[in-house]
């Protein structure tokens, strides 16, 4: 494993990005958090053994704040993010993904509202669905205040790739590497349990539906890892699967 392009001092923000064979949105994705208005971040770009030319793309950039990481063989998304949470220096970590879109004002605008909240951990948006050309699709508007502190959960209260979490209430708390999909999922209850979340009422991410999405290859997966995490974490057995569904 190798790390490049070291920032000299620890910045407010780290963001996070995990990509294998991303290729296809990356630099889309990385130019989008490169021209945000809030500076003080670095870019964690961890290169899970891709095989396409995602490397390539972004060894291109020479702006220090990107540090990259490279995973001599592929070991997941969860084992990823992990590895990259423990290389974090930020006060915050901020994900994102490879082919996703962060509107300009994104990484201000949750800094602002994470500075005003202390007691608020995990912070994450609305978001615009847009397709492999970047049309629009739909809105995405997610639960706020009281309507997302009301559980359990069904599904996720957070959209991944808008999450900002405070480092230090993450503590040793981890994403689940057995789980192939839905890891935010398991992470927000384990968060939940001694903490609050809550979403930004503003579109402030474009998130990518394509064919190509491990939510899209892998959905019935992921709904059953979804099922699964949610009895896992609720101890509400009763419910069966079909009813959740």
């Not at 949105?25 to 670095?42: H, K, M, P, V």
């Not at 060894?59 to 290389?87: E, F, K, M, P, V």
């Not at 899209?216 to 009895?231: G, T």
């Amino acid at each position: 494993m190798t790390l490049s392009s070291r920032v000299a001092s620890a910045p407010k923000i780290t963001v996070l990005m995990a990509v294998h064979n991303g290729g296809k949105f990356l630099r889309e994705a990385i130019n989008s958090i490169l021209d945000q208005t809030y500076s003080n971040f670095e870019f964690l770009i961890i290169n899970d053994a891709s095989t396409d030319g995602t490397l390539d793309i972004v060894n291109t950039y020479r702006d220090n704040r990107i540090r990259l990481l490279h995973n001599q063989r592929n070991i997941g998304l969860a084992a990823s993010l992990n590895l990259g949470i423990d290389r974090a220096r930020g006060e915050y970590i901020a994900r994102m993904d490879c082919d996703d879109i962060s509107l300009p004002k994104r990484l201000e605008r949750q800094v602002e509202y994470l500075d005003s909240n202390p007691d608020i951990c995990v912070c994450g948006t609305w978001a615009e669905v847009i397709d492999d050309q970047g049309t629009k699709i739909r809105d995405r508007p997610m639960p706020t205040g009281r309507a997302l502190q009301l559980r359990p959960w069904l599904t996720s209260p957070i959209i991944h790739a808008s999450a900002m979490i405070r480092r230090r209430q993450l503590g040793n708390t981890r994403y689940d590497p057995s789980l192939a999909c839905a890891q935010d999922f398991d992470l927000w209850f384990k968060l939940g349990e001694k903490c609050k979340l809550d979403n930004i009422p503003e579109v402030l991410l474009k998130y990518r539906v394509h064919s190509d999405n491990i939510s899209q290859q892998r959905k019935d997966e992921q709904l059953k890892n979804s099922y699964a995490i949610f009895v896992n974490h609720t101890g509400i057995a009763s419910v069966s699967y079909d009813e959740y569904l």
